[in-house]
Nanobody, 117 residues
Framework: VQLQASGGGLVQAGGSLNLSCAAS????????VGWFRQAPGNERVLVAR???????YYLDSVKGRFTISRDNARNTVSLQMNNLKLEDTAVYYC????????????WGQGTLVTVSS
């Protein structure tokens, strides 16, 4: 599956962005979809994940601010990010896996989110 992340940009602290991950080659509804982020000098970390059964995970630092959701009709997964903080600045990537234990794969090109003061 090929993935394309979009929606990043420059936003002031407290602002919002909506990231979108579009898939081609496979239906998202049958896959786990995750949003990761990587800040300069840091490891890539899982920010949010939506399972096939709808189960959702959020990184503690984004709980209450970020919302992951599927649009099966458009075969996209979105990450709504509200009340953005400086520490949310990173390149955001979407990826998929086929099960709870499978490796994350099919990394798309990331989208840069920059939060300014």
């Amino acid at each position: 599956v090929q993935l394309q992340a979009s929606g990043g940009g420059l936003v002031q602290a407290g602002g919002s962005l909506n990231l979108s991950c579009a898939a081609s080659g496979r239906t998202f509804s049958n896959l786990f979809v995750g949003w990761f982020r990587q800040a300069p000098g840091n490891e890539r970390v899982l920010v949010a994940r939506i399972a096939v059964n709808g189960d959702i995970y959020y990184l503690d630092s984004v709980k209450g601010r970020f919302t992951i959701s599927r649009d099966n009709a458009r075969n996209t997964v979105s990450l709504q990010m509200n009340n953005l903080k400086l520490e949310d600045t990173a390149v955001y990537y979407c990826t998929t896996r086929s099960s709870w234990v499978a490796e994350w794969g099919s990394w798309g090109q990331g989208t840069l989110v920059t939060v300014s003061s």
